[in-house]
């Protein structure tokens, strides 16, 4: 479809128009709902609330991949106060979770409770465990992520009841107790999905990508960003507007339009996406937020400069050809920037920022749902590689050319699942069905520099794509439910198969990137040594879509010596023990329950409420301690 546009002579706008300052931003409150209210009466039919419809094939001009400057690749790390213990997929941004360290303690979320377990002594000891929630609720919620900064302990969770994003924070001291603190609550939608996370800290800032469904009939007022604090009084008791604590943390000069989107009446303005920034380190929690207009189908990624929003069907074209709109909303609070793109991606690690080039690479498909709840598990249609400058991000105006967009082949049945991710100066990806069990898969190798595709043929399905030092690692099972795991060099020569290694009658336990761990040994920089973990279940019995709601029943490690995969044994769950924790919220493992722990020279292995030390000696690890710190009904605080 590109290429037929440009023939028309339906050419982008010149670059120059679209380095424009950046978006336009709303003069008042009465301005936005006037606005909202025109479009309304424009189309009184009410916005679709189910899946969007199909995009259009996409079909790409052909082009060079334009050459950038140098990078190291991207590991697991954090500049926030605490060292990451999980994968993250930028070195400098931490993302919500299960599971962090702080000090000498663990600290873990686990059903709607934190629990602190010692370990800077050489033992385990559980230390203090506390409710997820406010004092004086009932637990109504979903606490599904966990950051730490300084000695404080944030707790993310959604409320249907209150409507809204939770946020509460804790006090943790040196000796590993806990204290809760204050709570606060977000005007958001549901945030949960099954591939991204809510939240990101760097430093002390709390970063938040949240949805918030627009009433164009309603006060404005009451449906702009706002936050509130909780007061232990029961906030069901408020009524009407001014009456629910809220204070508002955008005013309509903080809330965006492209002008494209502004001058088309066709155009779904049916969502508000905002970006919230609290300082973590303030007594009371300060926020602040960004938000722009647009359709419900988003997907978004955080770097350690903006936030990328990239909103499917947002300006419609004939024959159902919708353009997207990729908006960039930068941390430090400068006005956001858009520009005009076709397809989607497929989760956020199709994204990745080249901040040496000033460019941000994209991985396209003509057919991609957002990331709310299980889209990004279905995709379809041609892939691309699109490349654009950070400069082309101004009014919206600008349409990224058909000689951004780099073809990228696929195998055979690859409208399912789709796994992508950036690794150094490589773009590695697969397509095929869900949930692999085929006897192999097609594997592509894109050098971000130029050059030819490597097409490279894994002799087992791929349903996870990750990095070992400077190689890549797929994994996924065969036709005998065989885990396999298998290395993709990418130094040295032209990518190749490495190593692969078998793990017999097992299936990956847990779907969440964090799950997975590789630690390079000590004097191996480059990761050609090191200890990887993963969680599996040998239940096999199990539906497949078992491991994203947390079906790990052990954690195998792989050892890789000189780049040779081996097997190194497994950390178990004795789930024969489990005794009833008397949980009151949160108990769907919607995030997973468990994950490796690589500290120092130390391994762990995080399954529910057993934390089992391991110890790795001649390629081959062995259970050294268990802890079991799940509460009783008698020992809820």
Not at 20 to 41: H, I, M, P, V, Y
Not at 585 to 613: K, T
Request: glycine residues 10%; contains cysteine; hydrophobic residues 40%.
């Amino acid at each position: 479809m590109l290429a037929a546009l440009i023939c028309a002579g339906a050419l982008p706008v010149p670059q120059a128009q679209a380095q424009t300052a950046g978006l336009r931003a709303f003069t008042s409150d009465q301005e936005l709902a006037t606005f909202l209210k025109r479009r309304a009466r424009q189309h009184p039919a009410p916005m679709p609330a189910d899946l969007p419809p199909p995009a259009p094939t996409m079909v790409m001009a052909p082009s060079s991949a334009p050459g950038a400057a140098n990078e190291a690749v991207v590991v697991t790390g954090t500049r926030a106060s605490s060292p990451s213990i999980t994968n993250t997929q930028e070195a400098d941004v931490d993302e919500g979770g299960i599971v962090k360290v702080h000090g000498n303690h663990l600290v873990v979320l686990r059903r709607g409770r934190l629990f602190t377990v010692r370990i800077g002594d050489g033992t385990m000891r559980a230390v203090d465990h506390v409710d997820a929630f406010p004092p004086g609720t009932n637990g109504d919620a979903w606490y599904d992520e966990m950051l730490v900064s300084g000695d404080r302990v944030i707790v993310v969770g959604y409320s249907y009841e209150r409507g809204g994003t939770e946020i509460n924070r804790f006090r943790i001291d040196a000796a590993g107790r806990l204290r809760y603190e204050d709570s606060y609550h977000l005007r958001s939608n549901d945030y949960y999905s099954s591939s991204n996370y809510a939240s990101r800290l760097i430093g002390s800032q709390l970063i938040f990508y949240t949805p918030l469904d627009l009433d164009p009939y309603a006060p404005i007022v009451a449906q702009l960003p706002a936050l509130r604090r909780w007061t232990g009084k029961d906030l069901d008791r408020y009524a009407g507007l001014g009456k629910d604590g809220f204070q508002r943390i955008t005013p309509a000069t903080r809330v965006y339009v492209p002008e494209p989107i502004r001058r088309n009446s066709e155009a779904d303005i049916s969502t508000l996406h905002t970006v919230t920034v609290c300082d973590l380190a303030a007594p009371r929690l300060s926020c602040r937020a960004t938000a722009v207009l647009g359709s419900d189908s988003s997907n978004f990624y955080v770097s350690g400069n903006a936030v990328y929003v990239w909103i499917g069907e947002a300006l419609p074209g004939g024959k159902g050809h919708d353009r997207a709109m990729l908006y960039r909303m930068p941390l430090d609070g400068s006005r956001p920037g858009a520009l005009q793109a076709w397809g989607g991606p497929v989760d956020q690690f199709s994204f990745r920022e080249d901040r040496a080039a000033r460019a941000l690479d994209v991985v396209v498909r003509a057919e991609s749902r957002g990331d709310w709840m299980w889209r990004p598990e279905v995709s379809s249609g041609d892939a691309a590689l699109l490349r654009l400058p950070l400069s082309a991000f101004g009014n919206g105006a600008y349409l990224a050319p058909g000689r951004a967009y780099r073809p990228l082949p696929l195998g055979k049945q690859p409208d399912w699942s789709f796994h992508n991710r950036f690794m150094g100066r490589h773009l590695v990806y697969s397509a095929g069905r869900f949930a692999g069990e085929q006897n192999e898969a097609a594997v592509f190798v894109v050098p971000l520099d130029g050059g030819l595709i490597g097409r490279i043929r894994a002799p087992h399905g791929v349903d996870r794509i990750d990095i070992i030092g400077n190689d890549a690692v797929v994994i996924g099972n065969d036709a005998k439910d065989r885990l396999g795991f298998s290395s993709i060099e990418l130094a040295g020569g032209p990518p190749r198969l490495g190593d692969t290694s078998f793990l017999p009658a097992a299936r990956e336990g847990e779907r969440r990137s964090q799950a997975f761990f590789y630690r390079p040994d000590p004097g191996s920089p480059n990761g050609a040594s090191g200890t990887l973990g993963l969680p599996v279940t040998r239940d096999l019995g199990k539906s497949p879509a078992a491991r994203f709601l947390g079906s790990g029943s052990a954690v195998a490690f792989l050892r890789r010596d000189a780049r040779r995969l081996a097997p190194a044994g497994e950390l178990a769950a004795h789930a024969e023990t489990a005794r009833d924790d008397d949980c009151k919220a949160s108990c769907v493992d919607w995030y997973g329950n468990a994950r490796p722990i690589f500290l120092g020279d130390r391994v762990f292995a995080l399954m529910g409420y057993e934390l089992v030390e391991g110890k790795l000696s001649n390629g081959r690890i062995r259970e050294y301690a268990r802890l079991d710190f799940a509460p009783t009904a008698t020992a809820r605080k």
